[in-house]
């Protein structure tokens, strides 16, 4: 495996020690504080291609990037160097800047439904965006989710999974108002019968539904063709919009999202990570006429003092760039499809539970017999299990998402031979559970 010698976190200890004076948890955002794995995290020191680095001198093979930015590799040669010349011309003008243009087109000639795109800074501000919007075109105020599905911070968005009160949208976090959340309905994943009766019993009250339209968020979940299918049949019938939030899914399961995978065409996308290749920028998109509501187009105020940023834009290019020359999903496929089928084999013949699966570069399993088509059936799986199993990979040179309900992801520099090491780390860790 791609273990060292010994596995020592003498100054991640210390300097997470340190954060936890001087920042909530320690962390700037809370998955990466190891909570419910245990043993805390490695502190990053620096990355490049498929690889990770701590600061006590470990190297990992990184199958979180990130959390699905670095599809290119970290620290990609070409991004950074389009990068360096772009830090001379400045790094924010809060103007119009031809960059825009160029990732726009790439984003309009590649996503199904988007024909305009706006510009933000993260996935969360993309999905702010999308639900205004949503609600702004059709005059509708309530929104259908999935339990278990992830969009972002924003209040109305905090109704969460598995919770009995989810379909109440009742709020998840203290300090959401309750009349955050109360236009949000809630309704199992690959569930769309109970999508149909929210429509029947909310007739002409709701503005849209928004899905992943791959599930990353509740660890990997693939949804079924014929949910999908319904969803854009219910919300067609119901003068509703069909939103795909492709943060993590877009130039991941293909260069066009997982509309393109799927065929089919929603009336908007949000969109972030990959297409800020490794900066931050978020995006929505969709039909013209949608997006020409918003402001100063139209009547829709959504801004921001650095969207669009030169540098931002500049890294979307080169990635997308990247990602879209020959061969580079069949190089997503083929590894990732290697690595979840070698790690159930692995886990099987332990005789562990499990079961996942991958499209392109994007994997997950479960420790449970499955199959999991929703947030309930995921909760089945023995988390317990996880944790020793993210412990026992990263001892080996592993980095996994630290959490049984989150997805991985892999980029074009992981290789064939990062993938035998990660088998054979599995090997190991799969007969000590
Ligand atoms: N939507 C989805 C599907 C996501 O996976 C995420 C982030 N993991 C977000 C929205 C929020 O994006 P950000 O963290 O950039 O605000």
Redesign the pocket.
């Given at each position: 495996a791609a273990a060292v010698t010994e596995f020592v976190t003498t100054k991640s200890d210390k300097i997470f020690a340190e954060a936890q004076e001087l920042m909530p948890g320690g962390v700037s955002s809370p998955v990466r504080a190891f909570k419910s794995v245990g043993g805390g995290p490695v502190v990053f020191d620096h990355v490049k291609d498929a690889y990770a680095y701590d600061v006590d001198g470990n190297k990992y093979i990184d199958y979180v990037g990130t959390?699905g930015p670095a599809i290119c590799g970290h620290a990609n040669d070409e991004v950074n160097d389009a990068l360096k010349l772009a830090l001379e011309n400045g790094t924010s003008f809060g103007a119009p800047c031809e960059l825009e243009n160029v990732l726009a087109q790439k984003v309009i000639d590649a996503v199904p439904s988007v024909e305009m795109v706006r510009f933000c800074n993260?996935?969360?501000e993309a999905?702010m965006g999308a639900l205004r919007l949503m609600r702004a075109y059709t005059g509708r105020s309530k929104i259908i989710k999935f339990e278990g599905c992830?969009?972002?911070h924003a209040d109305p968005f905090l109704v969460q999974a598995g919770s009995g009160v989810a379909t109440l949208g009742l709020p998840d976090s203290p300090g959401v108002p309750d009349g955050a959340t109360s236009g949000t309905l809630c309704a199992p994943y690959n569930d769309a019968a109970a999508v149909a009766k929210l429509f029947a019993e909310h007739k002409d009250e709701i503005a849209g539904v928004i899905l992943?339209p791959v599930v990353?968020?509740s660890g990997f979940i693939i949804p079924d063709k014929e949910f999908l299918e319904e969803l854009r049949k219910l919300t067609t019938e119901n003068g509703a919009v069909l939103c795909f939030?492709e943060?993590?899914t877009g130039f991941r399961i293909a260069y066009g999202g997982a509309q393109q995978y799927h065929g089919i065409t929603p009336d908007m996308t949000t969109m972030?990570?990959v297409i800020g290749g490794g900066l931050p920028v978020?995006a929505y998109g969709g039909k013209k006429e949608i997006m020409q509501m918003v402001a100063p187009a139209g009547p829709m105020y959504q801004a921001g003092t650095l969207s669009g940023n030169p540098l931002a834009m500049t890294a979307g290019i080169k990635t997308l760039d990247i990602l879209s020359r020959e061969g580079s999903y069949e190089h997503l496929e083929k590894i990732t499809s290697r690595l979840i089928n070698g790690i159930l084999e692995i886990a099987k013949e332990n005789g562990h539970a499990v079961c996942g699966g991958s499209i392109s570069g994007m994997f997950g399993f479960f420790f449970c017999e499955g199959p999991v088509k929703n947030f309930q059936d995921a909760t089945a799986s023995d988390t317990d299990k996880f944790a020793r199993w993210h412990r026992g990979m990263l001892e080996q040179g592993v980095y996994l998402a630290p959490s049984q309900y989150e997805a991985g992801f892999t980029g074009l520099t992981h290789t064939e031979e990062d993938i035998d090491a990660t088998l054979a780390a599995a090997k190991i860790v799969m007969s000590n559970l």
């Open positions: 959390w993260s996935g969360t999905c992830y969009h972002g992943e990353g968020n939030d943060v993590m972030g990570k978020g």
